[in-house]
């Protein structure tokens, strides 16, 4: 098995099949594109105020966060793994950064945040050394430090929650504060994009995270470190989650130890919407973000379409199962045209 | 360069080829579960006066073993590479139909329980179907979608309501002995039994750990991938719904949202129990160790009020414990 | 030979992990204060279990009853599970069972599917009342209710009309559909919007955040959006009336949409000192607590047998008397107490 694998990845052959999945990625776009589009109209038939200026801010401002931890999951599921702690892990930086400007209220809001990345790259630390030098299985090192982060929090806090009241202007501003009209949240969200699509499309780290994921055999005969990638890429995903957990906090003013609980379902859920294969290798920016609208818009047009609070939950499963059956019809119909062309 | 690469990437995989030595290590892994379980046992009696004796052993069984039955078709599931994590909806959805086909459609008890088994087959199946008809999507995708759409199907047939006033005989599931034994560790050791013998007895468990090791291989060799997965797929229906008949038994009614997180649970106790998430390995023994020292361990350290958040961290700590002491023994090697 | 040398390294080791945990714990957590005494030294056990743990409502209350227990010179063992649910209490209930405690108080996670474990308990010869929210009639002794749900719905509905003039639009932001307690609430206050006086008053729209943050704001959002003309929101649900008090406040709606209903002082104490939410409710989670607690040890002592007319003493909260509950039997402690500009500064560092 291994030396057929190995065949498949001469050098002749991966530039063909980048260049066949590049094609289909972008066309898998258009189809959760299309998708939302026809959701979008749906929606504003029913309720006029969908598409007014102030919702869609809204909806940007509270998709924020999710879009940022989708990116970091994007890049976890690349390398064949997944990351179920990212809940807890801001939580956890949400309440000790809540607990120190509480007790500060003079840091300052860049403090703060990176005091919050600090934290969420320690925790993002622990798991990646778990993952590749123990060789532990991400599913298992991550449900089992998302027990021992989400038990964290709850030992810090000690049963008592920081309210609005104890936290400074300067850091609930950082979620309701505007740059040139835009909320600084969506501000924050459009410097991750950037920095990742830097970080994914023209360094050579980035580029090796997608090789590792693609074809983890062939990655490490080419001289790519697999440890070395793991590290990185759930430092990030803690980076990412410490950040916003900090957002967090600011945006709701309020840090409890039952922070986000259940949170990493959504955020996986945009990334498997935005086309990343859980199989690892294939996933686009472009993809996650769309798909973290995807769910944003959910969230937000579902309360507003007067929908039965028990029909909610019914509707976004058969939305998301919908719009993931509809990517895979795309996809084979593009699939089979390509063959068809390359037979002519 | 490839003996190399085999040597240290495909390890495990090797290890698991040549049968002398996956025996060995197996052999080690149970008996570290067992030593664990022994520790867990010791730890419990020193800590509560109340933990060691029979009553209080036997009646914890009845607390613990509700999810278990999930476990067995999710080891299933873990060795073919594959996952579910729609069980826990699979629990509220079946649940509800039984309390709906009893309470409102007036049907008797027995059918009802039999139709929230066929319910829990129905959600199975559909997961399998889903998973074999488009196989570029991956298990964790369909029953990511599937949990979210099994729990909403829930939530529109009860709404706010619970359902209950159950028949006098059904609390016998949960809460029923024979003999002195709990009826639940009575069929949780016939089931135990029974999966044991089909995975490590027949063709179709052959079948599975085929699938694990190479699906394409045993595509080509002859193996009919996608009807072994529709099996399992509908096995793990089956069981959810099977918690559902004992969980609502033990609550006498059931909501649509019980059995919350009920897969997280059940995955880590299969991890524990030495199933491997890479596929391709894991014997059923070293589950049924795992489940009754996660169980007991709980139980016990319940007993001297461990506040929750402290026995998560335990648990979450238990957990990577005995997933790390292989590997480094592994690497010592 | 090496290979069972690792193997019983490792066991010892983590043999040492888990005795650390819990021996740490056991000295060092304020939850179990009477832990170094010695188990039969005839104190007796009084068992609390609230919903789930970092609850802030709930570890007031928790707080409270430990107080009680404290005063009555009995041990408390405070409980709470992870998650929210039913199945998680009744795991604590039979390990509770197990240890006999003398009594235990409970803030059930559902009315119903606690009843076969209660009942198990009470046949042990354990006290069982309910607290905050109630389990079924069958499944306790008596209820401790922290205040006449009938006056809970009544009070808001006065509040939001004397807010927006008796006049307009309002909405009702609530916990998850399934919350007993609030359903019973949003119940009353519509029995008590047929009333005449409130005829110009129309409420548009009961809206479900589940009480997670993030969906709360959103159900807030909608409800601005969908409904322009809306000039007040109860929020019975110390979640969602402080995301409703955040939407308003980033919004700059302060004094064109009203907020009101039940929330934690602390929480709510900038919007109430901003306008944003001019006067809301609650009781005081700790002295719900603490009846609780001398309830149960009253219980268990035999000095009143939860029937209605039995009278008993609760500390520093005074006399109580045990009154009809439907089915069942309850204690009231009172009329919801009001928090506005005046006393929120004092409150705000209580709880």
């Known amino acids: 098995m291994s030396t057929s694998m190995m065949d498949e990845t001469l050098p002749t052959n991966i530039e063909k099949k980048e260049s066949k999945l590049a094609k289909i990625g972008q066309f898998r776009e258009i189809g959760l594109l299309v998708f939302i589009v026809i959701l979008v109209i749906a929606v504003q038939l029913r309720n006029s105020s969908f598409l007014t200026l102030e919702n869609i801010s809204d909806m940007a401002t509270n998709t924020a966060i999710l879009s940022i931890l989708a990116v970091g999951m994007m890049l976890v599921l690349v390398t064949r793994g997944i990351d179920l702690s990212i809940g807890a892990t801001l939580a956890l930086s949400g309440m000790i950064v809540a607990q120190f400007v509480s007790n500060h209220s003079g840091t300052s809001p860049i403090v703060a945040i990176l005091m919050g990345i600090g934290i969420g790259i320690l925790c993002g630390l622990v798991i990646g050394g778990l993952v590749s030098y123990l060789g532990v299985l991400p599913i298992i090192a991550t449900l089992a430090m998302m027990n021992i982060f989400r038990g964290l929090t709850y030992m810090v806090s000690n049963g008592k929650w920081i309210s609005s009241y104890q936290m400074p202007e300067s850091f609930v501003g950082i979620a309701t504060s505007k740059l040139l009209g835009v909320n600084t949240l969506i501000i924050i969200a459009l410097i991750v994009y950037a920095f990742a699509i830097y970080f994914i499309g023209h360094t050579r780290t980035g580029r090796q995270i997608y090789a590792v994921g693609s074809n983890p055999e062939s990655a490490k005969v080419t001289g790519i470190s697999e440890k070395k990638v793991f590290i990185i890429v759930y430092t990030l995903m803690g980076g990412l989650s410490g950040l916003s957990g900090v957002l967090w906090v600011s945006k709701f003013a309020s840090a409890q130890g039952d922070t986000a609980t259940g949170y990493e379902l959504s955020v996986i859920a945009a990334c498997i919407l935005g086309g990343v294969s859980i199989a690892g290798g294939a996933g686009k920016l472009s993809g996650v973000i769309l798909g973290a609208f995807l769910i944003g818009i959910l969230n937000n047009a579902l309360p507003l379409l007067n929908v039965s609070p028990f029909w909610q939950k019914g509707i976004e499963g058969s939305i998301i199962l919908a719009a993931v059956l509809l990517n895979v019809m795309v996809k084979r119909g593009v699939e089979r045209n390509n063959l068809l062309k390359r037979r002519v | 360069m490839a003996s190399k690469m085999e040597e240290t990437y495909v390890h495990r995989k090797l290890e698991a080829h040549k049968p002398f030595s996956t025996k060995q290590f197996f052999l080690q892994w149970e008996w570290l579960l067992v030593l664990i379980l022994i520790g867990v046992m010791v730890l419990n009696t020193l800590l509560s006066p109340y933990f060691l004796n029979v009553t209080s052993l036997r009646d914890a069984t009845m607390i613990f073993l509700d999810k278990s039955f999930i476990v067995f078709p999710m080891a299933f599931i873990m060795i073919m590479r594959e996952i579910d994590i729609s069980v826990g909806s699979t629990v509220a959805l079946s649940s509800v139909v039984m309390a709906t086909a009893y309470n409102v459609l007036g049907m008797p008890m027995e059918v009802a329980v039999i139709i929230c088994l066929l319910v829990g087959a129905l959600c199975g199946l559909l997961n399998g179907l889903l998973i074999t008809k488009f196989p570029e999507l991956s298990a964790v995708i369909v029953t990511l979608a599937t949990m979210i759409l099994y729990r909403g199907i829930a939530y529109i047939i009860l709404e706010d309501q619970a359902s209950g006033n159950f028949p006098e005989w059904f609390g016998f599931f949960g809460w029923g002995y024979i003999f002195g034994v709990p009826f639940i560790l009575i069929v949780f050791v016939i089931i135990a039994v029974v999966f044991g013998l089909l995975l490590h007895k027949t063709s179709f468990g052959r079948r599975v750990f085929a699938i694990g090791h190479n699906d394409v291989a045993s595509k080509f060799s002859g193996v009919n991938v996608n009807r072994t997965k529709l099996i399992v797929y509908t096995l793990a229906g089956v069981m959810a719904a099977l918690t559902a008949v004992f969980l609502a038994s033990r609550m006498g009614s059931t909501r649509p949202n019980i059995a919350n997180g009920y897969e997280l649970d059940v995955i880590a106790m299969a991890a524990l129990g030495g199933i491997s998430t890479a596929g391709g390995k894991g014997r059923l023994i070293g589950t049924v160790i795992a489940i009754f020292i996660i169980g007991y361990l709980q139980y016990g350290l319940g007993l001297i009020n461990i506040p929750s958040q402290t026995l998560m961290i335990i648990i979450g700590a238990l957990l990577l414990f005995a997933v790390i002491v292989p590997k480094v023994k592994e690497m010592r090697r | ?351």
Not at chain 3, 248 to 261: A, E, I, P, Q
Not at chain 3, 295 to 300: N, P, W
Request: net charge negative; hydrophobic share 40%; glycine share 10%.
């Open chain 3, 1 to 351: 030979m090496k290979k069972l040398f690792m193997l019983i390294v490792t066991s010892v080791l983590l043999l040492g992990v888990l005795a650390a945990c819990s021996q740490g714990n056991s000295s060092g957590d304020s939850q179990k204060p009477s832990k170094d005494k010695e188990d039969d030294s005839g104190q007796k056990k009084y068992a609390f279990i609230f919903k789930n743990t970092g609850n802030p409502y709930g570890e007031k209350m928790m707080d409270g009853f430990e107080e009680a227990i404290k005063e009555l010179d009995g041990e408390a063992i405070l409980r709470a599970p992870d998650q929210p649910t039913a199945e998680a209490q009744i795991q604590i209930i039979e390990q509770l069972i197990t240890q006999k405690v003398d009594s235990i108080t409970i803030a059930g996670n559902d009315p119903d599917a606690l009843q076969p474990a209660l009942t198990k308990a009470m046949d042990a010869g354990i006290k069982v009342i309910s607290v905050d929210s109630a389990v079924n009639a069958k499944s306790r002794i008596t209820h401790v209710n922290q205040a006449d749900p009938e006056a809970i719905g009544r009070v808001q509905i006065e509040a939001i009309s004397e807010m927006i003039g008796g006049k307009g639009q309002i909405a009702i932001l609530s916990a998850t559909s399934q919350a007993t307690n609030q359903n019973l609430w949003i119940e009353y206050m519509q029995k008590e919007l047929e009333k005449d006086e409130y005829k110009d008053i129309e409420l548009v729209k009961v809206a479900y955040g589940d009480d997670l943050r993030d969906k709360s704001v959103s159900e807030t959002e909608a409800l601005l959006k969908t409904y322009p003309k809306l000039k007040g929101i109860i929020a019975p649900t110390t979640v969602g009336i402080a995301a409703a008090g955040k939407v308003l406040t980033d919004k700059g709606l302060k004094g064109k949409v009203m907020l009101t209903g039940l929330g934690l002082p602390s929480e709510m104490a900038s919007y109430i000192e901003s306008g944003v939410c001019p006067w809301m409710y609650l009781w005081n989670p700790i002295d719900v607590g603490y009846a609780a607690g001398y309830t149960a040890s009253a219980l268990v002592k035999g000095d009143i047998e939860g029937k209605v007319g039995d009278k008993f003493e609760a500390g520093r909260t005074g006399a109580k008397e045990v009154v009809e509950d439907g089915d069942g039997t309850q204690i009231m402690l009172g009329e919801p107490f009001k928090f506005e500009k005046s006393n929120i500064a004092e409150w705000k560092e209580v709880y």
